[in-house]
């Protein structure tokens, strides 16, 4: 069974920096489509990062890129998101999402093409 599992959320002043993980099981690991997403209240979800856990170019989204950065550990099949210089505006509920890579492109992927979604973990930036 395919699972991805968040952790790490935390309320953070703005300025801050936090990592969270995600614990990716069920699936190999080097041969799938994952990403970040994130939701606030009365927001739609957004994509934060899409990338190939084989390797390859990290799509970032524009309000992230410069802050935010993915790292793996494929022998754990743990995918980190570090947040650096965190701000208000990053509060929202964060998700991990998984995918067969069937041949796509990874980074081009839609949140709807997205197979396995985690529970989420939150993130407040306030003071």
């Known amino acids: 069974e395919v699972q991805v599992v968040e952790s790490g959320g935390d309320l953070v002043q703005p300025g801050g920096s936090l990592r969270i993980s995600c614990a990716a099981s069920g699936f190999h690991f080097s041969s799938y489509c994952m990403g970040w997403f994130r939701q606030a209240p009365g927001k739609e979800r957004e994509g934060v990062v899409k990338?190939?856990?084989?390797?390859?170019?990290?799509n970032y989204a524009d309000s992230v890129k410069g802050r935010f950065t993915i790292s793996r550990d494929k022998d754990k099949k743990m995918v980190y998101l570090q947040m650096n210089s965190l701000k208000p505006a990053d509060t929202a509920m964060y998700y991990c999402?998984?995918?067969?890579?069937?041949?796509?492109?990874?980074?081009?992927?839609?949140?709807?093409?997205?197979?396995?979604w985690g529970p989420g973990t939150q993130v407040t930036v306030s003071s």
């Open positions: 990338f190939f856990t084989g390797g390859g170019i990290e």
């Open positions: 999402a998984a995918a067969p890579l069937n041949g796509r492109l990874c980074r081009l992927l839609e949140s709807m093409e997205y197979t396995y």
